[in-house]
């Protein structure tokens, strides 16, 4: 297949697989079953690695931190914005939310994902505690599903730099309301998206 033709065939995968999923979410609502039928959906979806090359998703360049976001689809009034992430090994963020439901798969490389549980009251708007509750490791063959109000943190612990599809509920730059929980501290925090740059350059 030429790159045109690859293009076209991921055009129309990606088409077809939230089409998909949208009847799922009219049909069952935002739910944990509901979310892994999500996930399901878009790990067969990532399963097909020939559509997304390397070559025309690559992580930031020299190793840099921080992701390379390559958004896929998002339906009008960005609900349903499935995007492609690319990372560098060495990368990882705060704890933090997301405020809608969320699914990540892997195409390839590994990110490992801690995922939090609250055991305050979470009657603080400002502060918190946290415990690492499980941990999984996205990778090809695994993905993860959150609801709104779930906390994780990632960390791409592998070799090889990730091309990860991530779906959100609606898309990331109408999300202004995210937190970031730190775990050491207590503090709640606003979560910027570009928290993992921001923390990079606030290190540097
Ligand atoms: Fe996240």
């Not at 065939?9 to 069952?28: F, G, L, W």
Request: aromatic residues 6%; contains cysteine.
């Amino acid at each position: 297949m030429n790159a045109t033709d690859i293009k076209a065939a991921r055009a129309a995968k990606v088409s077809a697989t939230v089409e998909r999923i949208r009847a799922i979410e009219a049909a069952e609502g935002v739910t944990p079953a509901s979310l892994s039928k999500f996930r399901e959906e878009l790990m067969a979806l990532a399963a097909q690695e020939h559509l997304f090359p390397a070559g025309e998703f690559p992580p930031p360049a020299n190793g840099e931190k921080g992701s390379n976001r390559y958004l896929m689809q998002m339906d009008e009034g960005g609900t349903f914005a499935l995007y492609l992430n690319a990372l560098n090994p060495g990368n990882e963020t705060k704890p933090h939310d997301h405020t809608t439901w969320a699914v990540v798969v892997a195409v390839d490389g590994q990110e490992l994902n801690k995922v939090y549980r609250r055991t305050d009251d979470g009657t603080d708007p400002e502060r918190c505690a946290l415990v690492v509750d499980h941990e999984v490791m996205v990778e090809p063959g695994r993905g993860i599903a959150f609801m709104p109000d779930a906390i994780h943190s990632i960390h791409t612990t592998g070799a090889v730099p990730t091309r990860h599809l991530h779906m959100y509920g609606l898309s990331l730059e109408q999300l202004d309301g995210r937190k970031a929980y730190m775990a050491d501290t207590g503090e709640i925090v606003p979560y910027n998206k570009n928290f993992m740059k921001a923390t990079q350059q606030a290190k540097a």
